[in-house]
């Protein structure tokens, strides 16, 4: 199908933007990889749906964890309780995350010590996240009596691959929807001269094995530096808790979704392959651009978190679990199938609101904003994906620091 999109050919003027693209990919992702900040339609803010229904899926746990969790007494490890939400972005879901565990902890101080602690939280991502619009959507600034808010609130810019905090500095970390995100594309998938190159391919869900290879290997290094960390942290009783993308199977990791349907129709699949194969056609990047994007996300299985978690060392699993989520709700879908320019704005939103950060240091924000345009109406067009579902899957897990 023809796109009916004006575009410039001037290769001239972007070639700047191919030269910066080139020196920023080189290295990790801490740099630049962030979800999209502010509160325009194109925002995480505004399309954090997904990671909104896992916060929903998995609070019974959630709660049911800290319901166990043993209660520090001040003059054991505590002045004050310590929580640190890791990969926390902008908007309400962290917000929500944190009053959730301080209000059941405060409950639990009240009821069964006769005292109500101090709460500090630690809002925590990479540096390029915007941490200003997250502060300015925290709850009024605390009052003395602790009605409006009640912690005290603190941002910490950082990886969260590496050290954030001092040692047994913390009672309770989640992490929500972000341990998906790799620290770095493996080498080897964006060089030709390997077997593992991922050629015409944006994401590794259907690519060769040794695509997924470099990309489970990564994941696998990646978990192993989060929980040696966290180890550190995290006092000996204190409770980690985490969320992250996961895939229901542990076999045929190429299948990163587990589900034929959802590959179809994922943001990350067919549509994002062939927008950035309409850039190409249109002589608007090369194929060596084309081919050097890889989004660096890898669903992880049950039996990988809980290997992770068992050669670290050092906690004790509460709980592993998978849980599935569905796209969006029965109306919502309805709505869309009456409407799919209206499903491919917000398809596109979505994309701009995860991705935007990343493939902008790849391609600068002209041709960035013309993938989208592209991603858009690949995906308006497309009214057999509407009649599929889509499915996420999360994986669940609760350790104890022993
Ligand atoms: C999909 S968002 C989830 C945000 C939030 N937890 C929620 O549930 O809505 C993933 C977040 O993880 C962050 N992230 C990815 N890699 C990270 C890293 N290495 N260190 C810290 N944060 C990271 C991203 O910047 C992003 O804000």
Redesign the pocket.
Known sequence: MKESIAISTDREALEPEYKYCLQTWAGG??RF???QGGDDDGS?AKN?EA??S??TICKPLFLVAIQSLKLFRREEEMDSVRIA?????T?Y??LA?IDMVVESLRHRYIQECGLEPEFEAFF???P??DFNSLFRSLPAAMLSDGKTRRYFAAGVP????GRLFPKRKLHVVV????LQ?L?KIPDEVLDKRSPAWNKGRAWIDGAKGEVVEAYAKQSEEDLESFLRCRKEEIVRGGMLFMVMGGRPRPEQPENQLGDPDSRAKHPFTTSMDQAWQVLLNEGLIDEETRDGFNIPVYMRSTEEVERGIKRCGGFEIQRIEYQKIVEHSEEKHEEWIKDPVSYGRAKANLVRA?LRPIVETHLGPYLSEELFKRYENRVSSDTALLHKTCFYGVIIACAIRK
């Open positions: 992702l801490d990889l962030s979800m995480y954090s990671p909104a896992a916060i939400d890791l990969g926390c972005a908007g879901n962290t995350t925590s991502d990479l390029s996240n950082g990886s969260f691959y992490s929500l929807s972000a995100w620290s995860t």
